[in-house]
């Protein structure tokens, strides 16, 4: 891409298959259900402000009914050690399509971003595959991403980026998407908190200097710029959006100063400022969510007027 500056967006879309390995329907339902009201409120905000984002879905996502989900499982699954943290584990508790259960269907949703100018549609894996967690083998995490592949381009969608879940990979992972066609990945930010590692190595300590990095600089600002990798573009993280909290609001100035600063690094090096959460992030607090977006997008657009920021998708820069 040419020498410019860009605010890139990316959504891991996954409702409860993304935490159902440590919480439950009755823990976490609320935030998952309140994402029918959060992403259409994103998708209103992209729209007004322009904004081309990618959406990195879980494969079962793409799956309408349950009888169209239990088709496309692939015969290979992964292996993991620790048992629950295999979505497999949980077929028998889903319902049979979103309007009776919202928590693990969500293929209206998808279509609705689907349908909206500028929306990028990723994969985030097929079965939300956790790449450095023990058991696991790249031959089942092959067969994973070709079952996410044919789910998504039954759909009429060709990825071409990924997301890792909970940002885990080596480049082993790399060369199989690569080698499967995909083109982008988002990358981790470069500093030993954000390290990929498996679940066990995610220590407290690490975990409180990233809740600490979210007001005040632990690691930088991270402005970020494209590299290659085992045959894919890194398009690496520089901020994952908190959700607001109640008990931690008063401290939201910082958090937003912290964030303007590196859109602010990011044009005047002309790097790449990427921000990314999930939607079920927004499933509760919509109100407050959305108006910290909306000023950090206010943000974005005085540096496009100010320096030329471009707003990009991750396959932008395929």
């Given at each position: 891409m040419d020498q410019q500056s860009h605010f890139v967006v990316s959504l891991d879309f996954e409702l409860m298959w993304g935490v159902r390995d440590h919480l439950s329907v009755a823990q976490y339902g609320e935030n998952v259900r309140g994402v029918r009201q959060a992403i259409p409120a994103l998708l209103d905000l992209f729209d007004r402000y322009g904004i081309r984002a990618t959406w990195a879905t879980v494969g079962f996502l793409f799956c309408e009914t349950r009888d169209d989900l239990m088709a496309s499982l692939p015969a290979l699954r992964p292996g993991y050690l620790q048992g629950a943290l295999s979505n497999y584990a949980y077929l028998d508790e889903i319902g049979y399509?979103?309007?009776?259960?919202?928590?693990?269907?969500?293929?209206g949703l998808l279509?609705?971003?689907?349908?909206?100018?500028?929306?990028?549609?990723?994969?985030?894996?097929?079965?939300?595959?956790?790449?450095?967690?023990?058991?696991?083998?790249?031959?089942?995490?092959?067969?994973?991403?070709?079952?996410?592949?044919?789910?998504?381009?039954?759909?009429?969608?060709?990825l071409k980026s990924i997301v890792f879940p909970r940002n885990q990979y080596a480049p082993e992972h790399l060369a199989i998407a690569h080698n499967a066609g995909l083109r982008t990945f988002r990358g981790n930010e470069k500093s030993w908190i954000y390290r990929p590692t498996n679940g066990k190595q995610q220590s407290k300590l690490r975990r409180a200097c990233r809740l600490v990095d979210q007001y005040v600089d632990v690691s930088g600002n991270h402005v970020q710029h494209p590299r290659q990798i085992a045959g894919l573009t890194e398009i690496a993280s520089s901020r994952f959006l908190r959700p607001f909290s109640p008990s931690l609001g008063s401290f939201d100035k910082l958090r937003l100063s912290r964030i303007k600063s590196a859109i602010n690094a990011a044009a005047l090096q002309q790097g790449i400022f990427h921000l990314w959460w999930h939607p079920h992030n927004f499933g509760r607090n919509l109100t407050e969510n959305i108006g910290f977006l909306k000023a950090i997008l206010d943000h974005f657009a005085q540096a496009r007027e100010s320096h030329g920021m471009r707003s990009s998708r991750m396959d932008d820069f395929a």
């Open positions: 399509d979103e309007t009776g259960d919202p928590h693990y269907f969500g293929f279509k609705t971003i689907q349908s909206c100018s500028g929306q990028e549609i990723a994969t985030h894996t097929f079965s939300h595959y956790y790449c450095l967690e023990e058991g696991q083998t790249p031959d089942q995490f092959t067969v994973d991403i070709e079952a996410a592949i044919a789910v998504a381009r039954r759909r009429g969608i060709e």
